[in-house]
């Protein structure tokens, strides 16, 4: 089956700093999601981007289907973007397989 | 919104009893699926749920059972909890366009 990886497991900054999540994954896909779970627990969708680039304010995300990976950029980070990213990829609508995750803990 | 209700939102039990955990969705979406989420393993699907009394296997669905009587409501069942099945259980739904929403989460503890 489809094998996705995410990296790095563990980002600590500074509040204010940028960063780069990096989903891979092993086959190609129809659909690829980013997912935010905050620390209460609650999963919240970021992105829907099988392919290009999509923004959402300090957000965006960029999906290179022929090369197989897809990056979530995150600008000027503020403690509310503490959490853990998730991806997760569509090979069909029953078989969605999720990534491991990037904990990110910011910093004030 | 996408509407999912999950219900307990926590549950504390003992080994060997039956739990039952309910999702409901609002907007009569066709896919509903059920994860749970451990330290380390990130999101697993259990069961997954394509129409009323449609339903398959995910990659970790021993010691579980689901039913769809209607389209709004997804049950998952425990039929005996055992403490390897303490965790975090996630419904979500296929809201179109292959979009994954997700429930607030429902948390079980077996003793």
């Known amino acids: 089956g489809i094998q996705v990886e995410q990296s790095p497991p563990d980002l600590i900054l500074q509040e204010g700093a940028n960063s780069t999540l990096r989903c891979n994954f092993s086959?190609?896909?129809?659909?690829l999601q980013w997912f935010h779970q905050n620390p209460w627990g609650q999963l919240i969708n970021l992105f829907y981007i099988p392919s290009g680039t999509k923004q959402n304010g300090r957000l965006s995300a960029t999906t290179v289907a022929t090369e197989r990976y897809s990056l979530l950029y995150i600008s000027s980070s503020q403690t509310t973007d503490s959490g853990v990213y998730f991806c997760a990829v569509w090979s069909s609508a029953s078989k969605i397989i999720f990534g491991s995750g990037t904990r990110l803990s910011i910093r004030p | 919104d996408a509407g999912i209700t999950q219900s307990p939102r926590h549950k504390v039990t003992e080994t060997g009893t039956p739990v039952t955990l309910r999702c409901h969705q609002t907007?009569?979406?066709?896919?509903m699926y059920w994860y749970r989420q451990d330290p380390g393993h990130g999101l697993r699907l259990i069961h997954y749920?394509?129409?009323?009394?449609?339903?398959d296997k995910g990659e970790v669905s021993d010691g579980y059972s689901v039913s769809r009587s209607k389209t709004e409501d997804f049950l998952l069942t425990l039929e005996s909890a055992t403490s390897s099945q303490t965790s975090v259980y996630f419904c979500?739904?296929?809201?179109?366009?292959?979009?994954?929403?997700f429930g607030a989460g429902s948390r079980l503890t077996v003793l």
């Open positions: 086959d190609s896909v129809n659909n």
């Open positions: 749920s394509y129409g009323v009394k449609d339903t």
């Open positions: 979500a739904i296929n809201g179109g366009a292959n979009v994954l929403t």
């Open positions: 907007e009569n979406h066709r896919y």
